[in-house]
C-alpha cells in the first residue's frame, strides 16, 4: 500500500521514449520476444534509454530575471550537495559560477588524470547543421537546426563521433581544443546500427600536433573510466570520471539492434556524444552515446565498446563503406522448460533454442525450418536461455557471436531437427524491415495522383505523422506490422495513402489518412514502385484502389491524370513523383511505347 502511495506536490514524470525507434525485442530477429515483467522493469526498460540531445547546448540563453547574488562571506563554503568532480580544458575543476568551494584532492583521481590528460588533445568538438526531410510533406524538408557533440582523433587522418551527431548532415566543422577555428570536415560513412560516424578533414592545418587516440582492451568490471567531451554547460573540454557497471548486450536507440554495450556511472549530458571514454591507461575504451532518462535514476551511462568500434572500422576498410553488422534472420525461443525439451527430442546433455519463425528474405531460410533447435553457432554452443561463454563468470547472448562476424561471411551452425543434429553453412546478410527504422539518409519516396499522396511507411515517417508518442497514437494495424511483420520479399514495401489535397475530384475521400494500398485493379501492390509503373501505364476506364479495412477508391483515370497538374500547382509541390521514381517510370512509359510501335515494325519487315 504504501509502494503505491503517490506523494505529495508535483505530478511524478512518465518515461519519455522520444528517441525510441522501435521495441528492439520485437524487431531485433536475435532477441527473444515476449520477455517476463522482471526483465522488462518499467525503470529500466529500452524505452527509458534515450539518445543525448546535442542541439540542446545550442539553444540554451540566459535566464531571465535578476541575476544570482554572489554570497557575502567568500570564505565560507557553500551547503549543499557536493559538484560532479569534473576538468577543465587547464586539467583544474571548474566549480559554479559565483561560488567558491574546496575540494580535497583525491590521490586515484590524480593519477588518472595525468594519464588522460595527453590524450584530451585529441579530442575535438563537432558543429554540424542538419536539415532532415519532411516525411509528412516528402517534397520538402524541415527547417535546418545546429548541434554540437564531440569527437576523437584516430590513425588515418580520421575522426570518430556518433551517427546520431551528424543524421542529415548538411555541414560538418570541427574544432580542436584551444584552437578559434573551425575546419570544414568530409563524412566517410555513418553506421547506422552502431551509431558510430567517421569523420576526415582535408585541411592540413587541422592535422598539425594531433596525435591519434589508442585503443584499449575491453575492460571488465569496476574499472575506472575517464569520459571526455564537450558537454553542455560550458565552451571548453570537460572530464568525467566513473566505473564500469555492466557489460551486456545493450539496445541502441539510434540504430534499433542489439549490440555490445557498456554501462557506466559516468555523468554523460548533452554534447558527449562521440566522445571518448578512456581508461585508466589513457587508451580509448568506448565512445559515450546514450543514457537512461528516468526520476528514480542518476548517472547511468553507455558507452560503445571497442569491439563494435574495431568491427566499424575495419568494415569501413575492408569494403571502402560501411556494410553494416549481419544477423540471424530467425526469431527464437527459450528451452527452458524440460517437458518442452523433451517434446523436440532433446536429449539431457544437449541445449539451445527453438526457432520461432524465419526470414522469407534471409539466407538462413534456404536450409533452417521452424522448429529447429539451434544448438550452437561457430562451434559454441548455445544455452536453454540463449546465452553463451563470455568471460570469466560471466555470459553474454548468442547475438554477440553474430556481431563479431562481418556481412557475407559465412558461419557454421549446428540444429537439433526430429532428433537428428545437422551441421549447416550458411551466408551472414544484414536485416531487412518491412517497416525500416531509419531511412539512412535517403530522401522519402512519394507518388500523387489527383491529390491522392502515396508513400510508404517508416519509424521516420511514424515519428513525423504521430510524434515521439507514435508507438500509442498509430493505427494498430500498422503498429502490428511494425512490431511482428516480416517482407516476404526484399523489395516489398508498405504503402499508404499519406493524405488527400482536397479537390474537387476527390470529394468523399477527404478523410482517408494513413491507410494502407492493398491492390491497384485487381493486382496486388508490391511496393511504391509497382504502384505508380501501374498507375502510369494504365489505360483503363478506372483506376480502383483496393484499401486496407476492405475500403476502395475509384475514379476515372482520364480525369484523374489531368487534375493532378492543377492540384500540384495549387499546393505548390513542383512535382507529382520523387526523382526515385521519375526514371522508372520513363523506362515503363518508353517500354509502353515500344510495344505499341512493335506491330509497325513486324509490318514493315513483312
Request: proline content about 8%.
Given at each position: 500500500m504504501g509502494d503505491n502511495k503517490r506523494k505529495r506536490g508535483r505530478k511524478p514524470k512518465t518515461p519519455s521514449p522520444?528517441?525510441?525507434?522501435?521495441?528492439?525485442?520485437?524487431?531485433?530477429?536475435?532477441?527473444?520476444?515476449?520477455?517476463?515483467?522482471?526483465?522488462?522493469?518499467?525503470?529500466?526498460?529500452?524505452?527509458?534509454?534515450?539518445?543525448?540531445?546535442?542541439?540542446?547546448?545550442?539553444?540554451?540563453?540566459?535566464?531571465?530575471?535578476?541575476?544570482?547574488?554572489?554570497?557575502?562571506?567568500?570564505?565560507?563554503?557553500?551547503?549543499?550537495?557536493?559538484?560532479?568532480?569534473?576538468?577543465?580544458?587547464?586539467?583544474?575543476?571548474?566549480?559554479?559560477?559565483?561560488?567558491?568551494?574546496?575540494?580535497?584532492?583525491?590521490?586515484?583521481?590524480?593519477?588518472?588524470s595525468a594519464r588522460v590528460l595527453p590524450s584530451m588533445d585529441s579530442v575535438v568538438k563537432v558543429f554540424c547543421v542538419h536539415t532532415e526531410p519532411n516525411f509528412s510533406l516528402p517534397w520538402q524538408?524541415?527547417?535546418?537546426?545546429?548541434?554540437?557533440?564531440?569527437?576523437?582523433?584516430?590513425?588515418g587522418k580520421r575522426v570518430l563521433t556518433n551517427a546520431h551527431s551528424v543524421e542529415h548532415y548538411t555541414q560538418v566543422k570541427l574544432k580542436k581544443r584551444g584552437s578559434d577555428t573551425k575546419y570544414l570536415a568530409t563524412v566517410l560513412a555513418i553506421g547506422t546500427e552502431c551509431d558510430i560516424a567517421m569523420l576526415t578533414v582535408d585541411d592540413d592545418e587541422f592535422w598539425q600536433?594531433?596525435?591519434?587516440?589508442?585503443?584499449?582492451?575491453?575492460?571488465?568490471?569496476?574499472?575506472?573510466?575517464?569520459?571526455?567531451?564537450?558537454?553542455?554547460?560550458?565552451?571548453?573540454?570537460?572530464?568525467?570520471?566513473?566505473?564500469?557497471s555492466r557489460i551486456e548486450i545493450l539496445s541502441y536507440v539510434h540504430g534499433s539492434t542489439e549490440l555490445l554495450g557498456l554501462q557506466i556511472d559516468a555523468a554523460i549530458n548533452s554534447g558527449n556524444s562521440g566522445g571518448p571514454a578512456f581508461?585508466?591507461?589513457?587508451?580509448?575504451?568506448?565512445?559515450?552515446?546514450?543514457?537512461?532518462?528516468?526520476?528514480?535514476?542518476?548517472?547511468?551511462g553507455y558507452v560503445i565498446p571497442t569491439p563494435v568500434?574495431?568491427?566499424?572500422?575495419?568494415?569501413?576498410?575492408?569494403?571502402?563503406?560501411?556494410?553494416?553488422?549481419?544477423?540471424?534472420?530467425?526469431?527464437?525461443q527459450k528451452m527452458e522448460n524440460p517437458d518442452l525439451r523433451m517434446a523436440m527430442g532433446m536429449k539431457s546433455n544437449q541445449k539451445g533454442v527453438r526457432i520461432r519463425r524465419i526470414d522469407p528474405t534471409s539466407p538462413e531460410s534456404k536450409v533452417l525450418k521452424p522448429s529447429d533447435v539451434i544448438l550452437s553457432f561457430d562451434g559454441v554452443d548455445i544455452a536453454n536461455d540463449g546465452t553463451v561463454p563470455f568471460r570469466h563468470g560471466e555470459r553474454i547472448g548468442f547475438s554477440y557471436l553474430i556481431s563479431q562476424k562481418y556481412t557475407g561471411d559465412d558461419a557454421a551452425i549446428k540444429v537439433l531437427r526430429n532428433s537428428n543434429v545437422l551441421k549447416f553453412n550458411i551466408k551472414l546478410d544484414g536485416h531487412r524491415r518491412l517497416?525500416?527504422?531509419?531511412?539512412?539518409?535517403?530522401?522519402?519516396?512519394?507518388?500523387?495522383?489527383?491529390?491522392?499522396?502515396?508513400?510508404?511507411?517508416?519509424?521516420?515517417?511514424?515519428?513525423?505523422?504521430?510524434?515521439?508518442d507514435y508507438e500509442y497514437e498509430a493505427p494498430v494495424k500498422i503498429l502490428d506490422k511494425l512490431l511482428y511483420a516480416m517482407p516476404q520479399s526484399p523489395d516489398e514495401q508498405l504503402v499508404v495513402i499519406s493524405q488527400v489535397l482536397v479537390a474537387d475530384i476527390n470529394i468523399g475521400y477527404e478523410e482517408i489518412v494513413n491507410t494502407q494500398v492493398v491492390a491497384f485493379n485487381g493486382k496486388p501492390v508490391k511496393n511504391l514502385k509497382s504502384l505508380a509503373a501501374m498507375v502510369e501505364s494504365c489505360d483503363d476506364e478506372y483506376l480502383k484502389f483496393d484499401l486496407d479495412y476492405e475500403q476502395i477508391v475509384v475514379?476515372?483515370?482520364?480525369?484523374?491524370?489531368?487534375?493532378?497538374?492543377?492540384?500540384?500547382?495549387?499546393?505548390?509541390?513542383?512535382?507529382?513523383?520523387?526523382?526515385?521514381?521519375?526514371?522508372?517510370?520513363?523506362?515503363?512509359?518508353?517500354?509502353?511505347?515500344?510495344?505499341?510501335?512493335?506491330?509497325?515494325?513486324?509490318?514493315d519487315d513483312r
Open positions: 522520444e528517441t525510441l525507434d522501435t521495441p528492439s525485442t520485437a524487431l531485433t530477429t536475435t532477441v527473444a520476444t515476449n520477455p517476463s515483467p522482471s526483465i522488462m522493469d518499467d525503470d529500466f526498460s529500452v524505452g527509458n534509454v534515450e539518445l543525448i540531445d546535442n542541439s540542446a547546448s545550442s539553444h540554451l540563453g540566459r535566464r531571465r530575471g535578476r541575476p544570482k547574488k554572489l554570497p557575502t562571506n567568500p570564505d565560507k563554503p557553500p551547503t549543499g550537495r557536493r559538484p560532479a568532480r569534473t576538468v577543465d580544458s587547464n586539467g583544474a575543476v571548474p566549480v559554479d559560477v559565483g561560488v567558491a568551494t574546496a575540494i580535497d584532492a583525491d590521490p586515484i583521481w590524480e593519477s588518472i524538408r524541415k527547417r535546418q537546426y545546429s548541434s554540437s557533440s564531440s569527437g576523437f582523433v584516430i590513425s600536433g594531433m596525435s591519434p587516440v589508442e585503443f584499449g582492451d575491453l575492460p571488465t568490471l569496476q574499472d575506472a573510466v575517464t569520459v571526455v567531451g564537450y558537454p553542455i554547460g560550458g565552451d571548453t573540454i570537460s572530464v568525467t570520471s566513473g566505473v564500469v581508461n585508466g591507461k589513457g587508451n580509448c575504451v568506448g565512445i559515450a552515446f546514450q543514457s537512461l532518462k528516468h526520476e528514480d535514476v542518476e548517472n547511468i568500434i574495431t568491427h566499424f572500422i575495419q568494415d569501413y576498410e575492408k569494403n571502402k563503406g560501411y556494410t553494416g553488422f549481419p544477423i540471424l534472420g530467425v526469431e527464437w517497416i525500416p527504422a531509419h531511412s539512412k539518409g535517403k530522401p522519402p519516396s512519394y507518388y500523387i495522383i489527383a491529390g491522392f499522396v502515396f508513400s510508404t511507411v517508416s519509424v521516420p515517417y511514424l515519428r513525423s505523422e504521430y510524434g515521439k475514379l476515372r483515370t482520364e480525369t484523374a491524370k489531368a487534375a493532378t497538374l492543377d492540384i500540384l500547382a495549387t499546393h505548390c509541390i513542383p512535382s507529382a513523383m520523387s526523382d526515385d521514381l521519375k526514371m522508372l517510370i520513363l523506362v515503363v512509359c518508353t517500354n509502353a511505347l515500344l510495344e505499341m510501335m512493335s506491330p509497325l515494325f513486324e509490318k
